[in-house]
């Protein structure tokens, strides 16, 4: 009976993507930790209302992708199979209803960016779901912009922090913002057989995979020029240059591994590898704040 419950239990976990948003619960307590966010009732609110919306997200998500999913990613299909339609989408309701209610009272404890955000969030994902992610690059970028608004949540949070952690967590988050764009990209390429039958308009579907890769190449390259521009244009970092070598050898090294087995890939196994392998890279690439915090700030 325990044993049937906790696998039932599980499902409901897999739905929501419980490691994606582990990785993003510990990148909102790093950044956090960066601007010295003291951890209140009114922090863990906040917290909850980013992941409540982001797990909502994910079953609503999971309800409209059936078709390609069942291409996809046959041995990952609950809805339908352990999950009802129905009760997924109940249980979409409920997430979204608290991320709501949660905005709510900090809309009225004087936040009101987290009920706007939340909100805007919200329909992205919705409208995301069911129309962007259809439309050539569009829905990639909708993703990678939604990553880079929870840090934008969180700077606003927390108006009092230093002018240079402040800024820093909003580094955090644009390289949150290309990092994601690159993998929902090669993500694409990984899922364009089933994406093709559901009859989505990915750039995957439409074109050539010579042609996104090349395009994946170019969100590379602003990526590199960003960081580029980041390290030789902010004085306040030239005093912690030699300390932030190993920062940048993060930053900038993986990636041309990233393009080596971008190059070399044919089948959806090999750029799932490399979808891994980034995610893998933005998890180091946030720990290793904790490293250069005590440096820099």
């Known amino acids: ?9 599980m499902h409901w976990f897999n739905l929501i993507r419980w490691p994606n948003l ?5 990148m909102m307590l790093i950044a956090s930790w960066v601007l010295h966010v003291s951890f209140s009732f009114n922090f863990f609110l906040l917290i909850a209302c980013v992941l409540l919306t982001a797990a909502a997200g994910n079953v609503w998500n999971d309800i409209n992708d059936l078709i390609a999913d069942q291409i996809n990613k046959p041995q990952r299909v609950w809805i339908g199979n352990v999950i009802s339609k129905r009760h997924a989408l109940l249980f979409y309701w409920l997430l979204n209803g608290l991320a709501m209610l949660f905005s709510l009272f900090l ?10 955000i ?3 969030a919200q329909i992205l994902l919705f409208l995301y779901s069911i129309l962007l992610k259809r439309i050539v ?8 912009l939604l990553a880079w608004m929870s840090f934008l949540l969180l700077v606003l949070y927390h108006e009092n922090a230093s002018d240079i952690s402040r800024r820093w967590v909003m580094h955090l988050g644009l390289l949150a913002f290309f990092t ?4 929902e990209a090669i993500k694409d390429m990984q899922d364009v057989t089933g994406d093709a039958e559901a009859n989505f308009k990915t750039l995957s579907v439409i074109w050539p995979a010579s042609h996104v890769k090349a395009y994946v190449l170019l ?14 244009n902010n004085s306040w970092l030239v005093a912690f240059a030699n300390r932030l070598i190993p920062y940048l050898i993060i930053l900038i090294f993986p990636v041309f591994w990233i393009v080596y087995k971008l190059l070399q890939a044919q089948y959806s196994d090999q750029f799932r590898q490399v979808g891994n392998f980034i995610k893998a890279w933005m998890i180091v690439g946030m720990l290793s704040t904790l490293i250069w915090k005590g440096i820099v700030f």
């Not at 009976?1 to 239990?9: A, E, G, I, T, V």
């Not at 809309?107 to 706007?116: E, G, I, W």
């Not at 990526?223 to 521009?229: D, I, K, P």
């Open 180 to 183: 994601t764009w690159i993998r």
């Open 22 to 26: 582990s990785i993003m619960l510990c």
């Open 137 to 144: 690059v569009v829905g990639n970028f909708v993703i990678s």
């Open 107 to 116: 809309f009225f404890q004087r936040y009101h960016f987290v009920l706007v």
């Open 118 to 120: 939340t909100l805007l």
């Open 219 to 232: 969100i590379i390259v602003a990526y590199l020029s960003y960081v580029g521009y980041y390290f030789f």
């Open 1 to 9: 009976m325990h044993r049937k419950l906790y696998f039932y239990s």
